[in-house]
Protein backbone atom coordinates (compact mmCIF):
# COMPACT_ATOMS: atom_id res chain seq x y z
CA UNK A 1 0.00 0.00 0.00
CA UNK A 2 1.91 3.41 -1.05
CA UNK A 3 -0.66 5.11 1.16
CA UNK A 4 0.53 3.24 4.16
CA UNK A 5 2.55 5.48 6.53
CA UNK A 6 4.16 2.83 8.64
CA UNK A 7 6.38 2.00 5.48
CA UNK A 8 5.73 -1.61 5.23
CA UNK A 9 4.11 -4.23 3.44
CA UNK A 10 2.05 -7.29 3.92
CA UNK A 11 2.27 -10.66 2.36
CA UNK A 12 -0.66 -13.04 2.04
CA UNK A 13 0.21 -16.93 1.53
CA UNK A 14 -2.37 -19.60 2.91
CA UNK A 15 -3.06 -20.93 5.63
CA UNK A 16 -1.41 -24.31 4.73
CA UNK A 17 1.17 -22.47 3.84
CA UNK A 18 1.64 -20.45 7.00
CA UNK A 19 1.47 -23.55 9.46
CA UNK A 20 3.99 -25.71 7.72
CA UNK A 21 7.37 -25.93 9.36
CA UNK A 22 9.09 -25.94 5.89
CA UNK A 23 6.73 -23.01 4.33
CA UNK A 24 5.89 -25.71 1.53
CA UNK A 25 3.81 -24.00 -1.33
CA UNK A 26 1.04 -26.78 -0.91
CA UNK A 27 -1.68 -25.14 -3.26
CA UNK A 28 1.27 -24.91 -5.60
CA UNK A 29 1.95 -28.77 -5.79
CA UNK A 30 -1.82 -29.94 -5.02
CA UNK A 31 -2.53 -27.65 -8.49
CA UNK A 32 0.09 -29.55 -10.00
CA UNK A 33 -0.88 -32.65 -9.22
CA UNK A 34 -4.48 -32.02 -10.41
CA UNK A 35 -2.69 -31.29 -13.64
CA UNK A 36 -1.28 -35.21 -13.98
CA UNK A 37 2.26 -33.58 -13.36
CA UNK A 38 3.68 -35.42 -10.35
CA UNK A 39 7.22 -34.67 -11.31
CA UNK A 40 6.60 -30.76 -11.12
CA UNK A 41 4.66 -30.99 -7.52
CA UNK A 42 7.46 -33.50 -6.41
CA UNK A 43 9.45 -30.58 -7.12
CA UNK A 44 7.77 -27.97 -5.02
CA UNK A 45 8.60 -29.90 -2.16
CA UNK A 46 12.26 -30.40 -3.42
CA UNK A 47 12.70 -26.76 -2.89
CA UNK A 48 12.75 -27.11 0.76
CA UNK A 49 13.82 -30.68 1.73
CA UNK A 50 15.01 -34.01 -0.14
CA UNK A 51 12.67 -36.32 2.07
CA UNK A 52 9.58 -36.08 0.06
CA UNK A 53 8.02 -39.54 0.02
CA UNK A 54 9.39 -40.43 3.46
CA UNK A 55 7.73 -36.90 4.56
CA UNK A 56 4.41 -37.85 3.23
CA UNK A 57 4.02 -40.61 5.37
CA UNK A 58 4.72 -39.40 8.87
CA UNK A 59 4.67 -35.68 8.56
CA UNK A 60 2.72 -34.56 11.54
CA UNK A 61 0.47 -32.31 8.93
CA UNK A 62 -0.07 -29.28 10.49
CA UNK A 63 -0.94 -28.03 7.23
CA UNK A 64 -4.14 -30.27 7.38
CA UNK A 65 -4.97 -28.68 11.07
CA UNK A 66 -4.95 -25.17 9.42
CA UNK A 67 -6.45 -26.13 5.65
CA UNK A 68 -9.44 -24.17 5.52
CA UNK A 69 -11.51 -26.99 4.49
CA UNK A 70 -12.25 -27.97 7.89
CA UNK A 71 -14.72 -25.51 8.58
CA UNK A 72 -16.83 -27.33 5.58
CA UNK A 73 -16.37 -30.90 4.71
CA UNK A 74 -12.92 -31.99 6.28
CA UNK A 75 -9.22 -30.92 5.70
CA UNK A 76 -7.48 -31.61 2.13
CA UNK A 77 -5.62 -34.80 2.70
CA UNK A 78 -2.72 -32.87 1.98
CA UNK A 79 0.32 -35.48 3.38
CA UNK A 80 -1.11 -38.48 0.86
CA UNK A 81 -1.19 -36.03 -1.62
CA UNK A 82 2.48 -35.45 -0.71
CA UNK A 83 2.86 -39.10 -0.90
CA UNK A 84 0.71 -39.88 -3.95
CA UNK A 85 3.30 -37.13 -6.06
CA UNK A 86 6.52 -39.01 -4.93
CA UNK A 87 5.51 -42.34 -5.20
CA UNK A 88 4.14 -41.82 -8.56
CA UNK A 89 7.22 -40.67 -10.13
CA UNK A 90 8.61 -44.54 -10.86
CA UNK A 91 12.27 -43.32 -9.72
CA UNK A 92 13.42 -42.16 -6.80
CA UNK A 93 14.39 -38.41 -6.15
CA UNK A 94 17.81 -38.97 -6.64
CA UNK A 95 16.99 -38.75 -10.58
CA UNK A 96 16.00 -36.01 -10.79
CA UNK A 97 19.31 -33.85 -9.88
CA UNK A 98 21.23 -34.78 -12.46
CA UNK A 99 23.50 -31.53 -12.69
CA UNK A 100 21.35 -29.63 -10.20
CA UNK A 101 23.87 -28.35 -7.79
CA UNK A 102 26.09 -25.72 -8.01
CA UNK A 103 30.10 -26.84 -8.65
CA UNK A 104 32.59 -26.23 -6.29
CA UNK A 105 35.75 -24.56 -6.72
CA UNK A 106 38.68 -24.21 -5.10
CA UNK A 107 37.47 -21.40 -2.55
CA UNK A 108 34.25 -22.97 -1.84
CA UNK A 109 33.99 -23.42 1.82
CA UNK A 110 34.14 -26.72 3.35
CA UNK A 111 31.14 -27.39 5.89
CA UNK A 112 31.12 -30.65 8.15
CA UNK A 113 27.46 -31.64 9.01
CA UNK A 114 27.35 -33.43 11.92
CA UNK A 115 23.91 -36.41 12.27
CA UNK A 116 22.87 -37.66 9.11
CA UNK A 117 18.97 -37.39 9.83
CA UNK A 118 16.24 -35.06 8.31
CA UNK A 119 17.64 -31.75 9.68
CA UNK A 120 21.38 -32.88 9.03
CA UNK A 121 20.55 -34.50 5.32
CA UNK A 122 18.54 -31.01 4.66
CA UNK A 123 20.85 -29.04 5.61
CA UNK A 124 23.89 -30.55 3.77
CA UNK A 125 20.95 -30.44 0.85
CA UNK A 126 20.36 -26.82 0.65
CA UNK A 127 24.63 -26.27 1.40
CA UNK A 128 25.52 -28.47 -1.94
CA UNK A 129 22.64 -26.84 -3.87
CA UNK A 130 24.55 -23.50 -3.59
CA UNK A 131 27.78 -24.55 -4.46
CA UNK A 132 29.52 -25.96 -0.60
CA UNK A 133 31.33 -28.56 -0.31
CA UNK A 134 29.86 -30.74 2.41
CA UNK A 135 30.64 -33.91 4.06
CA UNK A 136 28.62 -35.43 6.73
CA UNK A 137 28.92 -37.76 10.50
CA UNK A 138 27.42 -40.05 11.04
CA UNK A 139 27.36 -42.69 14.35
CA UNK A 140 25.19 -45.43 12.59
CA UNK A 141 26.06 -47.18 9.66
CA UNK A 142 23.09 -45.81 7.68
CA UNK A 143 21.64 -42.36 6.85
CA UNK A 144 18.19 -41.24 8.20
CA UNK A 145 19.09 -40.83 12.24
CA UNK A 146 15.95 -41.60 14.49
CA UNK A 147 13.94 -41.35 11.38
CA UNK A 148 15.32 -44.81 10.24
CA UNK A 149 15.84 -46.45 13.52
CA UNK A 150 13.14 -45.15 15.74
CA UNK A 151 9.96 -45.38 12.97
CA UNK A 152 8.41 -49.05 12.89
CA UNK A 153 8.87 -50.32 9.43
CA UNK A 154 5.06 -50.39 8.96
CA UNK A 155 4.53 -46.47 8.66
CA UNK A 156 7.90 -45.77 7.07
CA UNK A 157 9.30 -48.59 4.89
CA UNK A 158 13.30 -47.84 5.19
CA UNK A 159 14.17 -48.55 1.70
CA UNK A 160 12.22 -45.42 0.59
CA UNK A 161 14.26 -43.12 3.42
CA UNK A 162 17.36 -45.01 2.49
CA UNK A 163 16.72 -44.00 -1.35
CA UNK A 164 15.88 -40.33 -0.70
CA UNK A 165 19.06 -39.59 1.24
CA UNK A 166 21.05 -40.66 -1.65
CA UNK A 167 20.35 -37.09 -3.31
CA UNK A 168 23.09 -36.34 -1.31
CA UNK A 169 25.71 -38.24 -2.46
CA UNK A 170 23.87 -37.41 -6.02
CA UNK A 171 24.78 -33.79 -5.57
CA UNK A 172 28.54 -33.84 -4.05
CA UNK A 173 28.42 -34.75 -0.48
CA UNK A 174 29.99 -37.25 1.44
CA UNK A 175 29.58 -39.69 3.94
CA UNK A 176 31.41 -40.51 7.14
CA UNK A 177 29.56 -43.54 8.58
CA UNK A 178 29.89 -44.82 11.95
CA UNK A 179 32.02 -41.53 13.49
CA UNK A 180 30.39 -40.39 16.47
CA UNK A 181 30.85 -37.06 17.75
CA UNK A 182 32.62 -37.23 21.20
CA UNK A 183 33.91 -40.55 20.68
CA UNK A 184 35.87 -40.38 17.04
CA UNK A 185 36.03 -36.88 16.78
CA UNK A 186 35.49 -33.62 18.06
CA UNK A 187 34.25 -30.13 16.68
CA UNK A 188 37.96 -29.16 17.45
CA UNK A 189 39.14 -32.33 14.88
CA UNK A 190 36.40 -31.05 12.80
CA UNK A 191 37.93 -27.27 12.49
CA UNK A 192 41.83 -28.35 12.40
CA UNK A 193 40.56 -30.70 9.24
CA UNK A 194 39.97 -27.50 7.13
CA UNK A 195 36.07 -27.57 7.56
CA UNK A 196 34.63 -23.89 7.68
CA UNK A 197 32.18 -24.54 9.88
CA UNK A 198 30.11 -27.17 11.57
CA UNK A 199 26.46 -27.79 11.48
CA UNK A 200 25.04 -30.21 14.32
CA UNK A 201 22.17 -32.83 13.56
CA UNK A 202 22.14 -34.64 16.07
CA UNK A 203 18.68 -35.27 17.54
CA UNK A 204 17.42 -36.16 20.74
CA UNK A 205 18.69 -39.65 21.19
CA UNK A 206 18.17 -39.92 24.87
CA UNK A 207 15.11 -41.59 25.92
CA UNK A 208 13.27 -40.94 29.37
CA UNK A 209 12.16 -43.00 31.94
CA UNK A 210 9.43 -42.66 34.50
CA UNK A 211 10.83 -40.68 37.93
CA UNK A 212 11.05 -44.14 39.89
CA UNK A 213 13.59 -45.81 42.33
CA UNK A 214 14.04 -48.42 39.85
CA UNK A 215 15.20 -46.06 37.02
CA UNK A 216 18.50 -46.60 38.05
CA UNK A 217 18.21 -50.05 38.02
CA UNK A 218 17.94 -52.92 35.61
CA UNK A 219 14.18 -54.21 35.80
CA UNK A 220 13.26 -56.70 33.09
CA UNK A 221 10.33 -55.40 31.29
CA UNK A 222 10.79 -51.71 32.36
CA UNK A 223 12.53 -49.23 29.30
CA UNK A 224 12.33 -45.93 27.73
CA UNK A 225 10.68 -46.33 24.11
CA UNK A 226 13.62 -45.29 22.23
CA UNK A 227 15.49 -48.40 23.66
CA UNK A 228 11.97 -50.40 22.83
CA UNK A 229 11.77 -49.09 19.42
CA UNK A 230 15.54 -49.37 18.30
CA UNK A 231 15.27 -53.13 19.95
CA UNK A 232 12.37 -53.87 17.36
CA UNK A 233 14.16 -52.03 14.12
CA UNK A 234 17.42 -54.57 15.04
CA UNK A 235 15.18 -57.48 14.98
CA UNK A 236 13.35 -56.60 12.06
CA UNK A 237 16.69 -55.59 10.20
CA UNK A 238 18.53 -58.91 11.10
CA UNK A 239 15.15 -61.14 9.92
CA UNK A 240 14.76 -62.02 13.59
CA UNK A 241 11.72 -59.70 14.89
CA UNK A 242 11.35 -60.33 18.92
CA UNK A 243 8.42 -61.81 20.48
CA UNK A 244 7.03 -60.92 24.08
CA UNK A 245 4.88 -62.55 26.69
CA UNK A 246 2.23 -60.88 28.40
CA UNK A 247 0.20 -57.09 29.04
CA UNK A 248 2.26 -53.85 27.71
CA UNK A 249 1.97 -50.82 29.70
CA UNK A 250 2.76 -47.79 27.60
CA UNK A 251 3.32 -44.38 29.38
CA UNK A 252 2.74 -40.86 27.33
CA UNK A 253 0.45 -39.55 24.77
CA UNK A 254 2.61 -38.54 21.75
CA UNK A 255 3.78 -40.25 18.50
CA UNK A 256 6.51 -42.24 19.71
CA UNK A 257 4.04 -44.01 22.67
CA UNK A 258 1.70 -44.73 19.86
CA UNK A 259 4.48 -46.40 17.89
CA UNK A 260 5.86 -48.11 20.88
CA UNK A 261 2.01 -49.72 21.71
CA UNK A 262 1.39 -50.37 17.76
CA UNK A 263 4.45 -52.50 17.08
CA UNK A 264 3.88 -54.13 20.84
CA UNK A 265 0.33 -55.12 19.96
CA UNK A 266 2.27 -57.12 16.97
CA UNK A 267 4.52 -58.35 18.81
CA UNK A 268 3.09 -59.86 22.05
CA UNK A 269 0.25 -62.49 23.06
CA UNK A 270 -1.03 -60.21 25.65
CA UNK A 271 -2.93 -56.67 25.85
CA UNK A 272 -1.13 -53.59 25.35
CA UNK A 273 -2.59 -50.33 27.33
CA UNK A 274 -1.52 -46.74 27.07
CA UNK A 275 -1.72 -44.13 29.71
CA UNK A 276 -1.63 -40.69 29.63
CA UNK A 277 -2.02 -38.17 31.97
CA UNK A 278 -4.47 -35.80 30.20
CA UNK A 279 -7.40 -35.83 28.07
CA UNK A 280 -7.63 -37.40 24.41
CA UNK A 281 -8.32 -34.15 22.83
CA UNK A 282 -5.27 -32.96 24.37
CA UNK A 283 -2.32 -35.46 23.31
CA UNK A 284 -0.21 -34.60 21.11
CA UNK A 285 -0.06 -37.80 18.93
CA UNK A 286 -1.35 -37.61 15.19
CA UNK A 287 -5.09 -38.25 15.70
CA UNK A 288 -5.36 -41.00 12.99
CA UNK A 289 -2.58 -42.66 15.02
CA UNK A 290 -4.42 -43.01 18.31
CA UNK A 291 -7.39 -43.88 16.25
CA UNK A 292 -5.65 -46.90 14.70
CA UNK A 293 -4.30 -48.15 17.92
CA UNK A 294 -7.76 -47.85 19.62
CA UNK A 295 -9.01 -50.21 16.46
CA UNK A 296 -5.79 -52.66 16.58
CA UNK A 297 -7.45 -53.26 20.49
CA UNK A 298 -4.95 -51.07 22.29
CA UNK A 299 -7.21 -49.63 25.24
CA UNK A 300 -6.06 -46.26 26.26
CA UNK A 301 -6.37 -44.60 30.01
CA UNK A 302 -6.77 -40.86 29.67
CA UNK A 303 -6.67 -38.42 32.73
CA UNK A 304 -4.24 -41.12 34.58
CA UNK A 305 -0.99 -41.04 35.92
CA UNK A 306 1.86 -43.50 36.66
CA UNK A 307 2.22 -44.13 40.52
CA UNK A 308 4.70 -46.96 41.11
CA UNK A 309 6.52 -49.57 39.08
CA UNK A 310 5.40 -52.87 40.76
CA UNK A 311 8.31 -55.17 40.87
CA UNK A 312 9.12 -58.78 41.98
CA UNK A 313 12.08 -60.61 41.96
CA UNK A 314 13.77 -58.03 39.31
CA UNK A 315 11.12 -58.28 36.94
CA UNK A 316 8.08 -55.82 36.27
CA UNK A 317 4.62 -57.60 37.23
CA UNK A 318 3.05 -54.39 37.03
CA UNK A 319 2.29 -50.30 37.41
CA UNK A 320 -0.09 -48.64 39.89
CA UNK A 321 -1.93 -45.51 38.14
CA UNK A 322 -4.26 -43.17 39.38
CA UNK A 323 -6.97 -41.31 38.20
CA UNK A 324 -6.92 -37.41 37.48
CA UNK A 325 -9.11 -34.52 37.11
CA UNK A 326 -8.46 -31.31 35.31
CA UNK A 327 -8.58 -27.97 37.71
CA UNK A 328 -7.79 -24.62 37.22
CA UNK A 329 -6.13 -23.18 34.29
CA UNK A 330 -2.45 -22.37 34.84
CA UNK A 331 -0.64 -19.03 33.25
CA UNK A 332 0.13 -21.63 30.63
CA UNK A 333 -3.32 -22.05 29.31
CA UNK A 334 -3.57 -25.53 30.15
CA UNK A 335 -5.61 -27.24 33.17
CA UNK A 336 -3.76 -28.01 36.24
CA UNK A 337 -4.35 -31.98 37.00
CA UNK A 338 -5.21 -32.97 40.27
CA UNK A 339 -5.26 -36.51 42.00
CA UNK A 340 -8.56 -38.18 42.68
CA UNK A 341 -8.38 -39.80 45.91
CA UNK A 342 -8.95 -43.55 46.68
CA UNK A 343 -9.15 -44.13 42.78
CA UNK A 344 -5.54 -45.92 42.75
CA UNK A 345 -5.59 -48.76 40.75
CA UNK A 346 -3.37 -51.52 39.42
CA UNK A 347 -2.83 -52.80 35.79
CA UNK A 348 -0.71 -56.20 35.89
CA UNK A 349 1.97 -56.28 33.21
CA UNK A 350 5.17 -57.86 32.10
CA UNK A 351 6.28 -54.52 30.12
CA UNK A 352 5.93 -50.95 31.31
CA UNK A 353 7.89 -48.84 28.25
CA UNK A 354 8.06 -44.88 29.30
CA UNK A 355 7.20 -43.23 26.54
CA UNK A 356 6.91 -39.28 27.91
CA UNK A 357 9.93 -37.73 25.93
CA UNK A 358 13.61 -37.64 24.17
CA UNK A 359 16.65 -35.23 25.36
CA UNK A 360 19.66 -34.70 23.62
CA UNK A 361 23.10 -36.72 24.87
CA UNK A 362 24.83 -34.26 26.20
CA UNK A 363 28.14 -36.49 26.76
CA UNK A 364 28.67 -36.38 23.35
CA UNK A 365 30.05 -32.90 23.95
CA UNK A 366 33.31 -31.07 25.99
CA UNK A 367 33.70 -28.40 27.83
CA UNK A 368 36.18 -27.44 25.15
CA UNK A 369 33.19 -27.23 22.61
CA UNK A 370 32.17 -24.22 24.14
CA UNK A 371 28.74 -25.38 23.23
CA UNK A 372 25.84 -23.66 25.54
CA UNK A 373 22.67 -24.92 26.50
CA UNK A 374 19.27 -23.99 27.07
CA UNK A 375 17.12 -24.26 30.29
CA UNK A 376 15.74 -27.06 28.67
CA UNK A 377 19.26 -28.72 28.12
CA UNK A 378 18.66 -27.89 24.21
CA UNK A 379 21.48 -26.63 22.55
CA UNK A 380 21.26 -22.57 22.84
CA UNK A 381 20.86 -20.76 19.15
CA UNK A 382 19.83 -17.46 17.27
CA UNK A 383 17.37 -16.88 15.12
CA UNK A 384 20.23 -18.34 12.44
CA UNK A 385 21.17 -21.92 14.08
CA UNK A 386 24.34 -20.49 15.16
CA UNK A 387 25.46 -21.46 18.90
CA UNK A 388 28.03 -19.94 21.05
CA UNK A 389 30.63 -21.10 19.20
CA UNK A 390 31.81 -19.13 16.19
CA UNK A 391 31.21 -21.43 13.04
CA UNK A 392 29.06 -23.85 14.56
CA UNK A 393 25.63 -23.87 13.93
CA UNK A 394 22.69 -26.68 15.25
CA UNK A 395 19.27 -27.40 14.15
CA UNK A 396 16.53 -29.96 14.25
CA UNK A 397 15.50 -31.51 17.41
CA UNK A 398 18.80 -31.15 19.63
CA UNK A 399 18.06 -26.95 19.25
CA UNK A 400 13.96 -27.46 19.67
CA UNK A 401 13.52 -30.57 21.67
Do not use: W
Not at 94 to 120: D, H, L, T, W, Y
Not at 146 to 169: D, F, H, N, S
Amino acid sequence: NPNNAFGHYEVMTAPCIEACPAHVNVPRYIDYIKMGRTDLATGVVLRHYPLVGSCGRVCVRLCEHACRRQQLEGPVDIKNLKRFAADSLNYTVEEMFEGAAAQPNEFSPRIAVVGAGPAGLTCAYHLLLKGYKVEVYEAQRKAGGMALIGIPQYRLPKGILLEEAKVIEKLGGKFHYGHRLGKDFTIDDLFSEGFNAVFIGVGCSKGMLLGFPEDAQNIEGYSNGLNFLLKVERGVVEGECPTFSGDFVVVGGGNVAMDCSRSAVRMTDGKVHVIYRRTEKQAPADPAEIHAAKEEGIEFHFLTAQKRLVVEDGKVVGLECVKLKEGEREPNGRSKLIEIPGTEFIIPCSNVISAIGQRIDQSIFEDKDEIQFDKRGNISVTESLATSRPGVFAGGDCATG
